[in-house]
């Protein structure tokens, strides 16, 4: 057992890339080694600092079920439509 506060989540990452109609976005596996996950392994496709949404991330018992179960969730999805939408702030359009 790690050393860490009672609610910590700590993984074990790996990265693939997809590239759709010219762009790329990442999807990282991670592995949990200590803490509750979803599942053993989570992929999640992100664009630098901005996670998917939870029903577009794949869960598995291993990574290879984990991206399949992702990439079938995403397939032939645009880009914008994996990612949520970002919110007007008060005062703005």
């Known amino acids: 057992m790690l050393d860490l506060h ?3 989540i700590f ?24 803490g ?15 996670i998917a949404l939870p029903e577009k991330q794949g869960i598995g018992e291993n990574e290879q079920e984990a ?4 990439l079938k969730k995403i397939k032939g999805m645009p880009i914008e439509k994996i990612f949520p939408q970002e919110k007007s702030k008060p005062g703005e359009g």
Do not use: E, W
């Open 11 to 34: 993984t074990k990452v790996s990265r693939f890339n997809l590239i759709r109609n010219g762009r790329m976005l990442y999807i990282d596996v991670h592995q949990s080694i200590q």
């Open 67 to 70: 991206v399949k179960d992702c």
């Open 36 to 50: 509750q996950l979803a599942a053993k392994f989570i992929a999640v496709p992100n664009i630098i600092n901005i």
């Open 6 to 8: 009672k609610d910590d």
